[in-house]
Structures are given as C-alpha cells and as structure tokens.
C-alpha cells in the first residue's frame, strides 16, 4: 500500500508520515501543489491524503485536475476550513472524505483503513472490538476467543454494530440492515434479536442509548 | 422622532386655520362697516323725509306709529322750529339736547343715540352682525374641506417613503441587496436611496470580508494547534518524549481545552457573519438522535445517563418536523449537550427532550446539574460567562452561539433549574411544525 502525503506544515506532515509508516504503508510526502502534481501524475498511489491550504497550487485545483485526469486513488482531504461551504466544494471535488484539523491520529488511520478496505475489495476483513471478533466470510465470531453460537439474525445484528462500533444505530436502521425490502418487521423485533445477542455476549457488551438505539460499548 | 406627515400637517392646517381666521376678520370688519354706512344712509334719508309740517300732524297718529312689527328698530325723531323750541318727538319721555347736523354717537343712559334722527347703535351692531356673519359662512365651510385635501395630499406625497421603509422593513434580516429605484420614485428620495444603497454595499463587504477573516483564522489558528497535537501524540507513542503520563494527560487536556475555544470562537464569528439561513423541512427528531449518539460515547466515558425522550411519547414514529436550518440546530444540540455533559456529574443523567406544544415544537434539555443560581440566569448568555466557582472549562460560548442560532430561528432559547430535582433546563421553544 502506497500513500501519498500532500502538506505543506512539517509539524503536521512528520508525525502523520511516522504513524503511517508504522502502520505498516509506505508514504511519499509532497511539500506544495506542484510537488504534488508531479507525484499524482505518476498515479501509484492508493491514497492520497491531501491538505487544501498548499502553496503554489490550491489543494481544490490539485484534486479537481487529478480527477479530471482520471486518477482514482480514494482522497482525504485534511483541512481546517471546517465550513459546510467548504466541506461541499471538497466533496464535490471528488475527495471520497474529509478530516477537520486538528484530528486524531487514530481517527486518520481508522479513516486511511477504511478506504483501503473498500479500495481493495476486501469487503470482509475480520473485526475487533474489545473482545468481540466477527469474520463474515468464515460467518464466525468469537468472544474472549470462544466460539459464539449465533443465529443468522443475530449475526447480522453484531456485524452491523461492530462494522462501526462508535455508531449509535436507531432501531429502522437496524431493521434495513436485518431485513430486506418487503419483508415484515414486527414492531419490537430488534428489541427481541437485542436481547437475544446480549445473552450471549453479555448484556454490558451493547450500550441502549435511550430514546435512540444500540451500539456497542465503548472498547476501553 | 419628529414626524414629516405630523409637521406637514401641522403646519399646513394650523397655518390655513389662522389664514382663514384673519380672512374672516377681515370680512367680518368689512361686512360690518359697509353695513354701518348703509344704517347712516337710511338715518339720512329719514332725516330728509321728515315733514316740514310735522308739527302739524295728528298727534295720535304721531304717539304711537304702527310700528310694532318693525319695534326693535327703535327711530327716534325730534324735530325742531327755526326758534329752537322742539315741536316733534316721536317718542315721550326722550330728551336729548340738540346737536349741530352731523352724525355722532351720544351717550344717554345705556343707548347711543343719533342726533335729530336716532338709532340705538345695539340695533345697529345687531344688524350688522347679522350681515357680517352670513358672509362668513362659506369661508367655514371651506374650512374642513381644505382639511381634507391637505391629509389627501400629504399622504399621497409621503407614499414613496411609505413604500421604501415598508420595502425594507419585510425583507430578511439578513439580505443586504440593493434597493431598487423604479420610476414611481421622486427625485427627492433618489440621494436617500444612493445613500442606503452605498450603506448596504459596504456592509455586505464589510460582512463578505468577516467571513473571508474567519475562514482565514480558522486556518492560521488550528493549523498550528494540529501540528501541536499531533506531535504530542506521535512523541508520546515512540518514547521520544520524556515525561509522567499524567503530565501528558495534562498538556493534552489543556491542548484539546483550547482546540475546543479555537473551535467555539470560531463558530461564534461563523454565526455572527451569518446572512443566509436557508430553512428546509427537517427531522428534529433525526437530528437530536444523532446528537445524542455523538454524545452517547462521551457521555458514557463520564457514566451519566443520555438519552432521547418525546413528551408525550404519543407516536414512536413521529419525526417531529420542523423548518429550520439543519447545520444551525446541529450546532445549538451539540452545545446544549456538551454543556450539560459538562456540568453533570458522574452517575447523573442527561435527558434531551422533545415535545409538541401547540404548533410548535420544543427541544430541552435537561441536566441533574448543580443548575444556576437565580441572579446569574440572564448573565449565562453573554459571552465568555461562567459560573463562579465553576471547576468545568467550557468556552463561555455555548450558550451564547445557541442563543444566536435560536434567534436567527425567531425561537426562543430559555434557561431554568428544574422544578423538582437539581439541575438545569435549557429549553428552545418556537420552532413551528411543518
């Protein structure tokens, strides 16, 4: 995996470049807009991580072009203009996200590993969160190692909450990932396959958010 | 504030009244002398019709003249022989000296008599009168005619402004545009509307060029305070950086303390250089779910209880509709649920409220807080306000950019320490169900 580094702060740039280095990516870091062109234009890239406040070329104008030229690397744009406006123009631009300085660098490489999980197909990674392990090709998953017996229902039910285990979901968006279209719900069917899935894991393991819905507690 | 329509009117009226008034002296005046002569005309004439032979004449007939229809007239004849001895009088019991011919006013007891021919001058005045005032009639009913057709004519005049202010006063309070000069309007008001005009264009740049500062603080202030946090966060992860870990708990409290006011001040000039507010039908409903599930990690990190209650919970699958700006309300939510989180103490609860009341609907939420002190409850608006004795570090801005977006919703942005358990409900009522 190769990622490609467009920002113009060193004191941003070193610790974003040492974090992915040691998350295992190899990493070229372009210093302004034009530094930038020239790397795109190779396109080798998987990713771009692109700051929009560059010197010698706008960041917009970097990805407008780059677009435009058919590069098709998943794009992050890091800014700190954090104006609706601008998150617009920067998704219209055709970044596939965007990260308001000053971020997390866990969030960054949470977000990097995201878009490569889709960029690559691999639509089935093995999840884990806290104890809970879930691998939806084999249709396993596993708790403090041990094997949990679940049914469909229920399987569904913990992949979608540990797909993105900081989300709260409401109940009718557990219902669209559990059923599919026409199919009748009865009105506390999430509720039943709720409590179901916590006798088996632990009623602590998922969190009711009151009035809203489940996710998962928090992996300490 | 003085008043063109009231001076004009005014002054026009009050002006015409006096103009009137000195007319209708000046006719009175007239009337009455012109009527004067008339009356010395007729004591003339009889004067000369006198009989040389009066003395002669029946002395009956001469005591009482048939008269009585025309008695208020009041003549008094006497007439005189060349030897001075009075041979007529047409009345008894009147004596009056005799004077040289002429006319004159003589006093005798409380009439003025004529000499030779006499006339009370009250009759005289009466007739006079009479005559004088049947000549004033028109002038008053002139009088409220000019009445109206001055208001008639201020008013049509006045219009224009009339239109202007009203043209200006029902368009949004944040359009700036230009207003426009038709041929309706007077030359008179073209420099005013320049005027305005020029004033709109300046402050549109004015607020263009806030916004622009903003965007432009926005990254001078947080590009640094990104680099600052992601350097302590690199250096605490490789070791290169020597120190406890709670002095790094610390620096990076402090750090995110000052990410967070950069993040407020700047939402703060945000909404403050906010023109346009583009109203769409939303979910309230959808909103706070996800400002409650952003929260619901936090909060969960500080175990208080957050959650979402609907007041009266009569439909699970109301949306709970509303006009209104999503990224506004998405703001104001997040305020008001930060603080609460903020001011709760661990094991407490945090409730975010909907309830419908009338057409509207209202979001609250409520803490189990310390609340506020009663005498600081209208200061916890301004900016930078903070409860004394207050250990949290909040911006001081919260409330303050919530009550800007409240505003800028005409809703009603209200603050009160619950009525039966400790803590404080903020409460944004008005906002109308779609």
Same mark, same amino acid.
């Given at each position: ?14 610790p974003?470049?040492?974090?992915? %280095? ?27 991580l692109?700051?929009l ?6 960041g ?5 072009r ?23 123009a ?14 997390d ?33 084999a249709? =396993? ?31 009718s968006?557990?219902e669209?990932?559990? +059923?599919?279209?026409? =199919? ?18 632990g009623?602590e ?6 009035g ?9 | 504030?003085?008043?063109? %329509?009231?001076? #004009? ?29 008339? $009356? ?38 006497? /007439? ?7 041979? +007529? ?9 005799r ?11 409380? +009439?003025?008599?004529?000499v030779?021919?006499?006339?009370? /001058? ?5 007739l ?13 009913? $002139? ?6 057709? /001055?208001?008639? /004519? ?17 368009r949004? $309070?944040d ?35 806030q ?9 001078e202030?947080?590009?640094? #305070? ?5 350097q ?8 290169s ?45 959808? #909103? ?50 930060d ?8 094991g ?5 409220i ?27 608006f ?16 919260? #409330?303050?950019?919530?009550?800007k977006?409240? =505003? ?16 404080l409900?903020?409460t ?6 779609e």
């Amino acid at each position: 995996m190769r990622l490609l580094l467009v920002e113009d702060d060193e004191m941003i740039g070193e610790p974003v470049v040492d974090t992915m %280095r040691g998350a295992g990516y190899a990493i070229d870091w372009a210093h302004d807009g034009r530094e930038a062109e020239l790397s795109l234009a190779h396109d080798v890239y998987d990713l771009v991580l692109l700051d929009l406040g560059l010197p010698k070329a706008d960041g917009i104008d970097v990805l407008n072009r780059y677009r435009r030229r058919g590069g098709g690397a998943p794009v992050i744009i890091l800014t700190a203009r954090d104006a609706v406006e601008n998150r617009i123009a920067g998704l219209d631009a055709g970044a596939d996200d965007y990260l308001v300085k000053p971020f997390d660098l866990d969030e960054l490489a949470a977000r990097v590993r995201a878009l490569l999980r889709r960029r690559t197909g691999q639509t089935n990674p093995v999840y884990a969160h806290g104890d809970l392990t879930l691998d939806p090709a084999a249709h =396993e998953a596993t708790l403090k190692g041990e094997m949990l017996a679940l049914v469909p229902r229920e399987f569904s039910l913990l992949q979608a909450l540990i797909e993105e285990p900081t989300r709260v979901f409401t109940r009718s968006e557990l219902e669209d990932k559990l +059923y599919g279209w026409g =199919e009748e719900v009865g009105s506390n069917t999430i509720e039943v396959h709720v409590h179901s899935l916590r006798r088996k894991i632990g009623a602590e393991q998922i969190v009711t958010v009151r009035g809203v819905g489940y996710r998962l507690k928090r992996a300490v | 504030m003085t008043s063109i %329509r009231r001076w #004009l009117l005014g002054w026009l009226i009050a002006g015409l009244a006096l103009a009137a008034l000195v007319a209708a002296y000046g006719i009175f005046y007239t009337a009455r002398l012109e009527a004067t002569e008339l $009356f010395d005309y007729e004591l003339r004439t009889v004067a000369l019709s006198v009989p040389a032979t009066i003395g002669s004449a029946d002395a009956h007939a001469r005591r009482t003249p048939d008269f009585a229809g025309l008695a208020d007239d009041r003549l008094f004849i006497e /007439v005189w022989d060349d030897a001075g001895h009075s041979v +007529y009088k047409s009345l008894d019991g009147i004596d009056v000296p005799r004077y040289p011919p002429g006319l004159r006013t003589i006093e005798r007891d409380e +009439y003025h008599w004529r000499v030779q021919v006499a006339q009370p /001058v009250s009759v005289r005045e009466d007739l006079a009168m009479h005559l004088a005032l049947r000549t004033l009639w028109p002038l008053a009913l $002139f009088l409220p005619v000019i009445v109206l057709i /001055v208001l008639f /004519v201020v008013g049509r005049g006045l219009a224009p402004i009339g239109s202007i202010s009203r043209a200006l006063s029902t368009r949004s $309070f944040d359009s700036l545009e230009p207003l426009r000069l038709d041929a309706r309007m007077p030359v008179e008001l073209k420099p005013l509307v320049d005027a305005l005009n020029d004033l709109l264009h300046r402050l549109n740049d004015a607020s263009q060029a806030q916004r622009t500062f903003v965007g432009d603080a926005a990254h001078e202030l947080r590009s640094p #305070l990104a680099a600052l946090k992601l350097q302590l966060q690199a250096a605490e992860r490789d070791g290169s950086l020597v120190g406890s870990k709670q002095t790094f708990e610390r620096i990076e409290g402090r750090l995110n303390r000052l990410i967070h006011l950069v993040h407020q001040l700047l939402t703060m000039a945000r909404e403050d250089a906010q023109r346009s507010a583009h109203f769409e039908p939303v979910s309230l409903r959808r #909103l706070c779910e996800r400002a409650v599930g952003d929260f619901s990690m936090l909060a969960e990190a500080r175990h208080i209880d957050l959650g979402l209650e609907f007041n009266p919970s009569r439909d699970t699958d109301d949306a709970y509709k509303v006009n209104a700006e999503p990224a506004g309300i998405e703001v104001l939510l997040n305020n008001l649920i930060d603080n609460a989180i903020r001011y709760t103490p661990s094991g407490g609860k945090v409730d975010v409220i909907l309830k419908r009341s009338g057409a509207g609907i209202d979001v609250c939420v409520s803490d189990s807080g310390p609340g506020i002190p009663d005498a600081e409850r209208e200061r916890v608006f301004d900016r930078f306000y903070r409860s004394a004795g207050n250990k949290e570090h909040g911006s001081g801005l919260g #409330l303050a950019i919530a009550l800007k977006i409240a =505003e800028r919703h005409h809703a009603i942005l209200s603050i009160a320490n619950n009525e039966n358990s400790p803590g404080l409900r903020v409460t944004l009522s008005g906002l109308r169900a779609e």
